[in-house]
């Protein structure tokens, strides 16, 4: 364990992560704030952000939860949300494929958004296996136990922090900053589209449905286009 | 059901689920290759759910805003550093800062 954290590839990952997880403070506080209006206890709060380990799961789940949604439509929206994990986890598999099975299942629980962009990019920039897995479980190690400690700090703080500042503003900022780089093409493009557009149309659904229904009507525009835009190459 | 066991069930499953789809194929399925359907639509996740997410996080109509909604401008500042940067630091530092200006601007124009 020692030898792991005092390689200079885990400790990259984990100087290079620092400049994401300032910017999750305020992400992670309102996640903090979620699950105290939500009516969770200290411990709650903290199972969510340990456990789920998701900002975007953690803020619907608490939303949702507050407006008194069945427990079965909370599961259903964060499992879809959570889809991206199983994209992530593909893409990953490769650098993580010299570790032991001990070690694999260790690091995977630290897989997200931010850990995954940093370390992929860096596997693909040097290709060198052993150095992507240190360097994605140094960048796992920093945003995990910031994560903790910003949601923490809003959970205490929440009546603190004035409505003025527009603090949950932060959160679409957050998803923007994974967005625009997720849009390079014009697949992806029609996805985030037809996901944008049914959002909006589908707004009265009950229970935030219309998130989840968009999501997938988004997946299914963009995997048919390209099916479509392949066949129409293959004539 | 009471709030907390309803949050705790929440908690372990949607904590499984998570669990179980990181650990997917860097272990259990990690001597094969994926589904090149499910490969293909797996790719479409982010740019759908994220866009998803977003829309109605801008757009909800917001309390006393009867004026421009200054969270689309900032959020389309906050795009376009997005694109550019990569940031996750300079998106979010653009993004507050263009609308904390325009909250400021509308207020001054009363």
């Not at chain 1, 411990?43 to 619907?60: E, N, P, W, Y």
């Not at chain 1, 994560?147 to 949950?168: C, H, K, R, T």
């Not at chain 1, 923007?176 to 014009?186: D, H, K, V």
């Not at chain 2, 900032?74 to 200006?101: D, E, I, K, N």
């Amino acid at each position: 364990m020692r030898r792991v954290l005092n390689t200079p590839d885990f400790r990259a990952g984990f100087v290079e992560m620092l400049p994401a997880c300032l910017g999750l403070i305020p992400f992670g506080l309102v996640c903090g704030v979620g699950a105290a209006t939500a009516g969770a206890d200290l411990l709650g709060a903290l199972g969510m952000s340990a456990i789920i380990f998701s900002g975007a799961a953690q803020i619907l789940a608490s939303q949702l939860l507050a407006a008194g949604a069945p427990v079965a439509v909370v599961i259903l929206t964060c499992a879809v949300l959570g889809l991206r994990f199983l994209m992530y986890s593909a893409a990953m598999a490769p650098a993580l494929r010299t570790l032991s099975a001990p070690w694999q299942r260790a690091v995977s629980f630290l897989l997200t958004d931010q850990v995954f962009a940093a370390s992929i990019r860096k596997f693909d920039a040097h290709g060198d296996p052993r150095g992507a897995a240190f360097h994605f479980l140094g960048g796992g190690m920093a945003l995990w136990s910031t994560w903790q400690v910003d949601n923490v700090v809003g959970y205490f703080a929440g009546n603190v922090i004035p409505a003025s500042w527009s603090l949950e503003f932060t959160v679409p900022l957050c998803f923007i900053a994974l967005l625009a780089p997720a849009l390079r093409g014009t697949l992806p493009t029609i996805a985030a589209v037809t996901a944008g557009v049914a959002v909006i149309a589908l707004a009265g659904l009950p229970m935030r449905l219309n998130l989840v229904v968009a999501g997938i009507l988004g997946i299914i525009a963009g995997t048919i286009a390209e099916l479509l835009g392949e066949r129409w190459k293959a004539r | 059901m009471e709030g907390a066991l309803k949050l705790w069930i929440v908690i372990l499953a949607v904590g499984a689920l998570n669990y179980a789809s990181r650990l997917s194929f860097i272990a259990f399925f990690a001597r094969r290759s994926m589904p090149p359907l499910l490969a293909r639509a797996l790719r479409y996740v982010p740019p759908a759910m994220l866009m998803a997410l977003i829309v109605p996080m801008v757009l909800a109509p917001m309390p006393g805003v009867e004026t421009i909604d200054p969270r689309i401008p900032a959020a389309m500042v906050a795009g376009v550093v997005a694109w550019r940067t990569r940031s996750q630091l300079q998106t979010m530092f653009a993004g507050m800062v263009s609308l904390w200006l325009m909250q400021a601007a509308l207020a001054h124009l009363g």
